[in-house]
C-alpha cells in the first residue's frame, strides 16, 4: 500500500472519529433538557464534564505539540465548547452548594492541574522529550476514563438489568474506539491507539452483556415477589413489585462518557384501605398511593 493510500485512509478515519465523538459530546443533552424543564440541578452531578473539558484540553495541548493531528484539534475544540456550555448551563441551575463544589473542581483540575501540564512540560521538558511526556499523560488519563464503565458494568452483571446501559450509546463509544485507534494507528501515534483498544474491548463487553441481559428479571424484582403486607383492618396480599425505581438522572449516571455508576433502588408501593372522614372504611379495594415510604392502615 502506497504512502498516498496510507494519508487518504488516516484522513478518512479521523474525519469519521470527528463525525462520531461529536455525536458522543451531544449525548447528555436530553439531560439538560430535563435540567431546563425542572429549573434545576439538584440530583445531578457535575464530574463527568470538567473531566470531558480537561480531556479535551489536554488532546489540544498534545496535538499542538505534534505536527500531523489537525483532527485532534477540530474534534477537541468542539468538545472544549460544548463542555463549556454544558458546564455553565449546570452552574446556572445547579443549588448554591453544588455550584460551590463545581466550581471548586473546576479550578482543582482546569486552572491548577491543567496549567501544572503546561507550566511543567513547557519548563522541564523540550522537543521529543516534551511531546512523549505530554503523550504519556493523555494515555494514562485516557486509560483511566475508559475504566470508569467497569462500574455499569458490575452493576449489569448484579442486578441483571440494562437499565443503566444503553444499547445504542454502547454502540456509539464503541465505534469512536475502532476510528480512533486505526487513526492513531495509521500515524504510528500509540498515545492515541493503546486506550482506544481498551475502550473497544470494554465497547464490546458492554454490547454482550446487554444482549445476554436485555430480557432477564432485574434481581431485586426477584426478591421483592411474593412480600405479604398486612394491615390493621386484617388485609393480607400478597405484592410484586413491577417497576423498580429509577432516578431521574439516570442519563448523566451513563455519558457522562466517564460513565459513572449509579445505584439501583426498587421499592414497593404501600397498599392503604379507602377511609372516610370519620375514618370508617368506606372502600374494600386497595388503594396504591406511590412515593411513600410507611404504611397507614385503618383504625
Same mark, same amino acid.
Given at each position: 500500500m502506497t504512502v498516498g493510500s496510507f494519508a487518504h485512509l488516516t484522513l478518512a478515519f479521523g474525519l469519521l472519529g470527528n463525525v462520531v465523538s461529536f455525536m458522543v459530546f451531544l449525548s447528555p443533552l436530553p439531560t439538560f433538557y430535563k435540567i431546563y424543564k425542572r429549573k434545576s440541578a439538584e440530583g445531578y452531578q457535575s464530574v463527568p464534564y470538567v473531566v470531558g473539558l480537561f480531556s479535551a484540553m489536554l488532546w489540544i495541548y498534545y496535538a499542538l505539540l505534534k505536527s500531523n493531528a489537525m483532527l485532534l484539534i477540530t474534534i477537541n475544540s468542539v468538545g472544549c465548547f460544548i463542555q463549556t456550555f454544558y458546564l455553565c448551563f449546570f452552574i446556572f441551575y445547579a443549588p448554591k452548594k453544588a455550584r460551590i463544589e463545581s466550581l #471548586?473542581?473546576?479550578?482543582?483540575?482546569? %486552572? $491548577?492541574?491543567f496549567g501544572l501540564i503546561v507550566g511543567l512540560t513547557q519548563f522541564l521538558a523540550s522537543g521529543a522529550n516534551r511531546v512523549a511526556i505530554v503523550g504519556w499523560i493523555c494515555l494514562v488519563f485516557a486509560l483511566c476514563v475508559f475504566v470508569a464503565p467497569m462500574g455499569v458494568v458490575r452493576q %449489569?452483571? #448484579?442486578?441483571?438489568? $440494562? &437499565?443503566?446501559? =444503553?444499547i445504542l450509546l454502547s454502540v456509539a463509544l464503541t465505534l469512536n474506539a475502532v476510528t480512533w485507534f486505526f487513526y492513531g494507528l495509521l500515524l504510528r501515534d500509540y498515545n492515541i491507539a493503546i486506550p482506544n483498544v481498551l475502550g473497544f474491548t470494554f465497547g464490546i463487553l458492554q454490547i454482550i452483556l446487554y444482549f445476554v441481559y436485555k430480557n432477564k428479571k432485574p434481581v431485586c424484582d426477584e426478591k421483592l415477589s411474593g412480600i405479604e *403486607?398486612?394491615? +390493621? !383492618?386484617?388485609? &393480607? $396480599?400478597?405484592?410484586? !413489585?413491577? &417497576? @423498580?425505581? *429509577? =432516578?431521574?438522572? +439516570?442519563? @448523566? &449516571? *451513563? $455519558?457522562? *462518557? %466517564?460513565?459513572?455508576? !449509579? !445505584?439501583?433502588m426498587c421499592s414497593i408501593n404501600p397498599v392503604v384501605a379507602k377511609l372516610d372522614e370519620n375514618n370508617n372504611v368506606v372502600d374494600d379495594r386497595l388503594v396504591v398511593e406511590p412515593h411513600v415510604t410507611t404504611i397507614e392502615v385503618a383504625a
Amino acid at each position: 500500500m502506497t504512502v498516498g493510500s496510507f494519508a487518504h485512509l488516516t484522513l478518512a478515519f479521523g474525519l469519521l472519529g470527528n463525525v462520531v465523538s461529536f455525536m458522543v459530546f451531544l449525548s447528555p443533552l436530553p439531560t439538560f433538557y430535563k435540567i431546563y424543564k425542572r429549573k434545576s440541578a439538584e440530583g445531578y452531578q457535575s464530574v463527568p464534564y470538567v473531566v470531558g473539558l480537561f480531556s479535551a484540553m489536554l488532546w489540544i495541548y498534545y496535538a499542538l505539540l505534534k505536527s500531523n493531528a489537525m483532527l485532534l484539534i477540530t474534534i477537541n475544540s468542539v468538545g472544549c465548547f460544548i463542555q463549556t456550555f454544558y458546564l455553565c448551563f449546570f452552574i446556572f441551575y445547579a443549588p448554591k452548594k453544588a455550584r460551590i463544589e463545581s466550581l #471548586k473542581l473546576i479550578g482543582l483540575m482546569i %486552572v $491548577v492541574g491543567f496549567g501544572l501540564i503546561v507550566g511543567l512540560t513547557q519548563f522541564l521538558a523540550s522537543g521529543a522529550n516534551r511531546v512523549a511526556i505530554v503523550g504519556w499523560i493523555c494515555l494514562v488519563f485516557a486509560l483511566c476514563v475508559f475504566v470508569a464503565p467497569m462500574g455499569v458494568v458490575r452493576q %449489569v452483571i #448484579k442486578t441483571k438489568s $440494562v &437499565e443503566y446501559m =444503553p444499547i445504542l450509546l454502547s454502540v456509539a463509544l464503541t465505534l469512536n474506539a475502532v476510528t480512533w485507534f486505526f487513526y492513531g494507528l495509521l500515524l504510528r501515534d500509540y498515545n492515541i491507539a493503546i486506550p482506544n483498544v481498551l475502550g473497544f474491548t470494554f465497547g464490546i463487553l458492554q454490547i454482550i452483556l446487554y444482549f445476554v441481559y436485555k430480557n432477564k428479571k432485574p434481581v431485586c424484582d426477584e426478591k421483592l415477589s411474593g412480600i405479604e *403486607i398486612k394491615t +390493621k !383492618a386484617g388485609i &393480607e $396480599v400478597n405484592t410484586k !413489585a413491577d &417497576e @423498580q425505581k *429509577i =432516578p431521574e438522572n +439516570k442519563d @448523566q &449516571e *451513563i $455519558v457522562d *462518557i %466517564v460513565k459513572l455508576s !449509579a !445505584a439501583l433502588m426498587c421499592s414497593i408501593n404501600p397498599v392503604v384501605a379507602k377511609l372516610d372522614e370519620n375514618n370508617n372504611v368506606v372502600d374494600d379495594r386497595l388503594v396504591v398511593e406511590p412515593h411513600v415510604t410507611t404504611i397507614e392502615v385503618a383504625a
